[in-house]
Structures are given as C-alpha cells and as structure tokens.
C-alpha cells in the first residue's frame, strides 16, 4: 500500500516508517525538516516537507494514500500553554481525517494512549474502562479521539484508534532516566512499589499498528496495545537491575514530600518556561497502576506480542550503551 505517516522524526514513527517499509509498503512521512529526517530518506521513505497546522500541507501529504497513521504529538513540556497541546493533540486529528476523506484515502490509524484511562483502579483495565485523564497530554490525546471520530462519521472514511501503554525500545529516550538510574545504582522507589507497570516494545507496537491498518475488522474500533507482560514496579527494577548486572534498588521513601515538593516546583517554574527538576507527574510513576487487557487486540487483529521483556530491557540497555546514554 501507499501509506503517510505522520511523526516519523519521534520514536515511535520512525520505527514504524521503517517497519512498514520492510513489509513492502510505499510509504510517505509529513516532516517539518527534512534535513532532521535523513535517515529515512536513506531508507527510502518520501519526504514531503509539511507542518500539521497547515492545510494545504496536509493535502499534499495525503493525496494518493491509502492508509495514513497520525502518530504525531506534543508529549509533556515545561512552559508550553493548553492550546498548543490541543492544536497539535487534538484539533490535527480532525485536521488529518478530513484531509484524508477528501483525498480518498480507505482509513486513519490514530494514535491515542493508555493515559486517556487515567489511574487504573481496578487492573487490568480495557478499552471500556473509565476515561479519566490526569494532565494536558492526556486531556488532548482523548480531546484528539473524539474529534478525529466526529469527523470520521461526518466523511464516512475508515477510522482506528490504537492506545499504547508505556512504549520502550533501542533508541527511547522517555525511559531512559529509569533504566539509567537503575544501572547506576542511583534509582530510589517512592511508595511500596506494587503498583503495576506495563510496558510495550516498539518493535511489537509497531506490527500493531500495521495489523489496525490492514484488518478489514478493525475499522471503527478501539484498541489497547500493550506488552505480553505485567509488572509491578518492584518487578520491573528487579528485571533492569539482573539484566544490567548491578544489585537491585532496596531504598523506597514516603511519596508525599516528593509530591509536596513537586507542586512548589511547577508552581515557580512555570511563568519562566522551565523544565522543574521535580513535578508531579514523575511522581504518580510511582503511585498510579498501569495494566491493561490486550484481549480485544489479539481476538480481532490478531496482535501477538513477540518480545519478552528481558530481551526487551537487554535490547534497550545495549542501544544506550552504544549511544553513551549511560
């Protein structure tokens, strides 16, 4: 097929521009800069240079594609308002599928995330739980959802919302500070660390993605895709900790000064922009379950998880010895 890919630059995009490559699609990204997307270009992805915001860029971008998938997004920055999060989070969506409708595209695979359920309380959650997100990226990512599917009922073109969980891999750096924190011997666990973690490996991420793109069944849906696997925290450092050959974190402290701390933080950063060196957010790692039940996944697309995590989390801490992240 002929397919876009929005994001290629981040990533989760890039991985699946390249996946879908491999599998013998033609395939096209939407880039700002093309210069900061050589590699693809290499690897033979067309480049059409773009910016979301911009109508006629996303026509050019869609015009002879028969699957786009919306992977780009603003995730979580210091000193950036509201209306820029749901501009790129939100109002693109509906930007893209009615682009897409109008240049005769058959479906939009859009990209959501397991946070639009919010503090999971009763594990594991699916599609159906309850939509409670805590924090702008997650307001936006399901503002995004409901917008791209009002517009996908008004154009009557294909539509699939797919919801990560905590997506991992060579070269990702959202993980970073917890696999290098725990292979320094430097990570401290806030709480009692049983809460569940549950990671996806961007190479099984991606397949999902082209199953949502591909299976005639899925137009119309929703679905979680998320790691074979699921841990609590404890587990988690545990596995990082055997894999990287260094004992594992025994120090765990109170959450509540952190989380104290955290709000004084953003509170006095935020009129100047800064990153706060503590927030909130990276508090609630420490508290908020996160497991999910791919069932719905496997029945339908057949999505199968392929990567255990051990290989997964010795993949991954190999790709950042390389890069001297650690």
């Known amino acids: 097929m002929k397919v876009l890919v929005t994001g290629a630059t981040g990533f989760t995009g890039g991985h699946l521009a390249r996946h879908l490559l491999a599998g013998g699609d033609r395939v096209r990204a939407l880039v700002r800069d093309p210069a900061a997307a050589r590699d693809l270009a290499d690897a033979g992805v067309e480049l059409v240079p773009g910016d979301l915001e911009r109508r006629e860029d996303l026509d050019a971008a869609v015009t002879g594609v028969e699957v786009v998938y919306h992977v780009a997004a603003l995730y979580r920055q210091a000193g950036l308002p509201e209306s820029t999060y749901r501009r790129v989070n939100a109002e693109s969506a509906g930007w893209i599928v009615r682009a897409a409708a109008a240049a005769g595209a058959r479906r939009v695979v859009h990209c959501s995330t397991v946070g639009v359920h919010g503090d999971i309380e009763r594990p594991p959650a699916s599609e159906s739980a309850p939509l409670r997100p805590g924090d702008v990226y997650q307001v936006t990512k399901l503002e995004g959802e409901r917008l791209a599917q009002a517009a996908a009922s008004e154009t009557e073109i294909e539509l699939t919302i797919v919801r990560p969980s905590g997506i991992y891999g060579p070269g990702d750096r959202r993980l970073l500070k ?30 999902g993605f082209r199953l949502a793109g591909s299976v005639p069944g899925a137009a119309g849906r929703v679905y979680i895709l998320a790691g074979g696997e699921v841990t609590t925290l404890n587990e988690l450092v545990q596995i990082i900790a055997e894999v990287a050959r260094v004992p594992p974190p025994r120090m765990h402290l109170p959450v509540w000064p952190f989380w104290t701390a955290g709000a004084i933080c953003e509170a006095l950063c935020a009129p100047f922009g800064l990153e706060p060196p503590i927030y909130r957010r990276r508090v609630d790692f420490f508290t908020k379950s996160r497991a999910f039940d791919i069932t719905r996944a496997r029945a339908e697309l057949g999505f199968a998880p392929r990567i255990d995590l051990r290989t997964g989390i010795a993949g991954t801490l190999d790709s950042y010895r390389r890069a001297g992240w650690l």
């Open 178 to 207: 917890l696999f290098r924190g725990v292979a320094r011997r430097r990570f401290v666990i806030l709480g009692d660390g049983e809460i569940f973690y549950h990671l996806t490996h961007v190479d099984d991420l991606v397949e």
